[in-house]
């Protein structure tokens, strides 16, 4: 089993910058790959980037990827998404996952967090 902890997120003007960070525990992790999602208001959530925990390999998605870094800190077993340059669009809730390298699917997810972004 996997368990994620998030926190960060809240409000920020347009423009602005926000650190989101996802704790994990419970499994070992090099055998994970980390995922940030987004999930805007009325609609399905959407991939936003992913890092492998062993080796650190990443992936951001190409709407965000000038914006937004994912990084990790081994030590506090912790994952970031980094923002910055946010807009009005990028509010929602932001939901930290975790899959079995190898596998498709996430199976274990953050509890989200929410951000927003004033004009």
């Known amino acids: 089993q996997v368990q994620l902890v998030q926190s960060g997120g809240g409000l920020v003007q347009a423009g602005g910058s926000l650190r989101l960070s996802c704790t994990a525990s419970?499994?070992?992790?090099?055998?994970?790959?980390m995922g940030w999602f987004h999930q805007a208001p009325g609609k399905e959530r959407e991939f936003v980037a992913t890092l492998r925990w062993s080796g650190g390999t990443w992936y951001v998605s190409d709407s965000v990827k000038d914006r937004f870094t994912i990084s990790r800190d081994s030590g506090k077993s912790t994952v970031y998404l980094q923002m910055n340059s946010l807009k009005p669009e990028d509010a929602g809730v932001y939901y930290c996952a975790a899959r079995i390298m190898g596998t498709h699917e996430y199976g274990y997810w953050g509890q989200g967090t929410q951000v927003t972004v004033s004009s």
């Open positions: 419970g499994r070992t992790f090099s055998m994970l790959d």
